[in-house]
């Protein structure tokens, strides 16, 4: 079938799922030229690329030994013997799973030609390493459909930890509808049923800017990225691609695929940023896992904390600050509730919460490395236009928002000398931080140009170094305990570009991995992923669904006190250089709150609840003793509310409680003699609570403050509709 045949079917299958009006004027009938010149070229590079395997098959002719998982050692032929027939040779069930392998530690395609001995792993979807494989296919699937649809102009297309996206340019004044997502859906459904496979070819620098000759935004990333005399490119049916892989054996290997969302994101580029499309979509290796998905994406949605905020007025957006949160009364509750277990934490832990400054002289940042590296994404200002011409001014004074807190912090350890009896020096800060964040990276609490950390530096001597990383993780691990969250560690070596003495980050990454060790919990090493200044302990934290984020961090930091010259008198009297510890446990506190909001879905623990207790009088006879009860729980710095709406029944009043996610309700029916004592039920017998437990309102207060409320019975489902208590007084602990 010629390229245009192909073409013609795909678009009109596409088409077809969707009515025609819903595509603009700016799709494309015919494939571009650009399109057709890449294909072919890539069709003589691959016949080349197979007549030079075929011929290093037969020069390099020799058996080489295979290491399987589990130990089992087999023979292969160089140049010849591929991880997928090896696979099959196991069994027909690993070579239908397998999605990729790992050859002596390094991704490997499945049709790839072993050539030495090597240990041989099989990856499958079950596996992050397989999922990172599987989704990043699945962006070549959707940026091949892009380019047939919509003659788009692809940038990226990575796979992220929840599925996949792609980005790519239509032009200036173009951009894509949510209307035509099902019609780009649809042909990548047609793609991976055609199980077009994945081809593999390395490619000279010329050869891959002959290739991607009409496409700038990948020609930057050959200036930017493609460091060695070749690359790897990947064709999968009309896509050619500049990517490292490696990827599945074909596209029909994925059994259900959907896409998302679509927004716009910014492509840096030396010139204007550019404003590109992007779509996300997600992947599985059958249909069924993918309603699965669906079904839990429904439960999802419903814990959206941007709902939950709504709902509950807890929290708003507005156009006129974008990227910036607006917190109600009780958002703000929940807010300093987390921030004051946090300080509670510091005063344990021996932290010294400071307060910096929100704005500096670029100069504090050129000094830091951040105006070098980080520029692009920080706020920066320019005084107005009398002040810049003040005598007192320097001419090219220019300020910057602070987008974190560390180099304000050095300044603070600098500002006189110190001596090693003040170390270990921890300083916390909840300083406001702002970040330029793209406007299409922008979503509810989950990332803001304008928020605040749980933010702290321990400045320590190199031998306090390993108890200060006990310190942090176990600081971490109470928290995470507290807020209900399992979580994983990851330590994260020097990469390629690190900074610094070889020797000091070999101590340094022995240290945090023997702490590590003594921790207790698992832990993965991520070889090359620390940053540039230090290596670091990653921490990722899974929700009520399962879903991981990345909050907490524990980075070592060797470059910011030799840039800062910080120096400490030892207790030999010579200055010696202290060592920088970064460390957050919630990390940013708006997205903490959101990831709390959606876990719990809205039922608050009774410490961070916005909806404590709510007193409902039976009658407008009992109203006043009421209101002395909500006085009596503010006064023991719990949130009381009273509903005394005459208008609606008590069972409508108890349901609006309920439907609110109050901990408690307290209903009274006469005036008891009982002042500071609230009663709830302990049993429940059809629409009769037979028995009564009661607990003080200083008990209550109590358990507000350990966060804990296993100790004050348990917890019921039903509303009251009556109550065999002498005192006529019931307190509904909600689920």
Known sequence: MGLCQRWRRLRLAGLQACALQTVREAAVSTPPHWLVERLGLFEELWAAHVKRLKSMAQKEHRTIKITLPGGQKVEAVAWN???????????????????????????????????????????????????????????????????????????????????????????????????????????????????????????????????????????????EKVTGPTATVYGCGMLVDLCRGPHLRHTGQIGGLKL??????????P???????????????????????????????????????????????????????????????????????????????????????????????????????????????????????????????????????????????????????????????????????????????????CFQQDDAHIFCAPDQLEAEIRGCLDFLRSVYAVLGFSFRLALSTRPSGFLGEPCLWDQAEQVLQRALEEFGEPWDLNPGDGAFYGPKIDVRLHDALGRPHQCGTIQLDFQLPLRFDLQYKGQAGALERPVLIHRAVLGSVERMLGVLAESCGGKWPLWLSPFQVVVIPVGPEQEAYAREAQQSLRAAGLVGDLDADSTLTLSRRVRRAQLANYNFQFGEDRVPRLSSTLFFPVEYSGHLHVWVHWVSVPELGRSQDSGRLSHLGPRFLHPLTATSDPQNCFLLPLP
């Open 271 to 449: 010139g204007a940023p550019e404003t590109v499309q992007r779509v996300s979509g997600i992947s599985f290796p059958t249909a069924d896992e993918l309603k699965a998905w669906e079904e839990w994406r429904e439960e999802a949605e419903l814990r959206d904390h941007r709902r939950i905020g709504k709902e509950q007025e807890l929290f708003f957006f507005h156009e006129l600050s974008p990227g910036s949160c607006f917190f109600l009364p009780r958002g703000t509750r929940v807010y300093n509730a987390l921030v004051t277990f946090i300080r509670a934490e510091y005063t344990r832990r021996g932290f010294s919460e400071v307060k910096t400054p929100t704005l500096f002289s670029t100069k504090l940042w050129e000094v830091s490395g951040h105006w070098e590296h980080y520029q692009e994404d920080m706020f920066a200002l320019q005084p107005p236009g009398p002040q810049r011409d003040h005598p007192t001014s320097h001419p090219t004074d220019t300020l910057a928002l602070k987008p974190m807190n560390c180099p304000a912090h050095c300044l603070m350890f600098a500002h006189r000398p110190r001596s090693w009896r003040e170390l270990p020096l921890r300083l916390a800060d909840f300083g406001v931080l702002h970040r330029a964040e793209a406007s299409g990276s922008l979503g509810g609490l989950t990332r803001l140009r």
């Open 81 to 223: 013997t591929t991880p997928y027939q090896l696979a099959k040779q196991i069994s027909s069930t690993l070579a239908d799973t397998a999605v990729a392998a790992q050859v002596n530690g390094e991704p490997y395609d499945l049709e790839r030609p072993l050539e030495t001995d090597s240990d041989l792993r099989f990856l499958t979807f079950d596996s992050t390493e397989g999922k990172a494989v599987f989704w990043h296919s699945s962006t070549h699937v959707l940026g091949a459909a892009a380019e047939q649809l919509l003659g788009a102009v692809l940038c990226r297309g990575p796979s992220t930890e929840c599925g996949f996206y792609h980005d790519f340019f239509l032009g200036k004044e173009r951009t894509l509808r949510g209307s035509e997502l099902p019609v780009l859906e649809r042909i990548c459904q047609e793609l991976t049923a055609a199980a077009q496979p994945f081809r593999r070819l390395e490619a000279s620098q010329d050869q891959l800017r002959q290739l991607f000759k009409d496409n700038p935004f990948k020609l930057r990333l050959i200036e």
């Open 260 to 269: 998302l969302t679509n927004s716009s994101s910014v492509w840096r580029s």
